[in-house]
């Protein structure tokens, strides 16, 4: 498993290629991922490295927290995040070191992953894609309706899994194969930009690895 980074989405914008079309795409800002641990297969009986994201006061960080990042010479993060690798690519990095989108190249397929918007409670029709009763005709007050949830007699319960309305969005999902677009290493205002094909729905403030 390639090493990855870690990062917060930006905002959206669009850029044109050279046959004259336009791609959406999502910008995440990955600068200042800082290595806080190593690990090895002899010592912790796998090969990965831990990367710290982010700002976070010291007041707000755990005295257990803070002896770990004391350790690495590394400022607390308030995203703390880990990938296994193979013991070879671990060989350049350091503790204390930092990780930058010099790891991608422009037109590599990555997974990306993060938390989506949340959208609160929801309707089945939101939430599973229901399609709505008739608005007329005899019909009061029920177009948006799920319809009978229950069962007969026997056996007498809502079965596990039924779609039915609740709380949409929040969870953590995982988007594969998106191809990278364009890396600025030294974007104006001191950021470190990723730009990929869009494919999903988050808050721009959600970290994404």
Known sequence: MPIGLVGRKVGM?????????????TV????????????????????????????????RVNKAIAGHLAKAGVEAGHTLREFRARAEDLANLKVGGKIGVEIFKVGQKVDVQGITIGKGFAGVIKRHHFSSNRASHGNSISHNKPGSTGQNQSPARVFPGKRMAGHLGDVRRTILNLEIVRSLPSPPRRHRNLTRRSAEQSAPWNSKW
């Not at 914008?13 to 795409?25: A, C």
């Open 13 to 25: 914008t669009r850029i044109f290629t050279d046959e004259g079309g336009t791609q959406p795409v």
């Open 28 to 59: 995440l800002d990955v600068s200042d991922n800082r290595v806080t641990q190593i690990k090895s297969a002899e010592k912790d009986g796998y090969a990965a490295v831990q990367v710290a994201f982010g700002k976070r006061r010291a007041s």
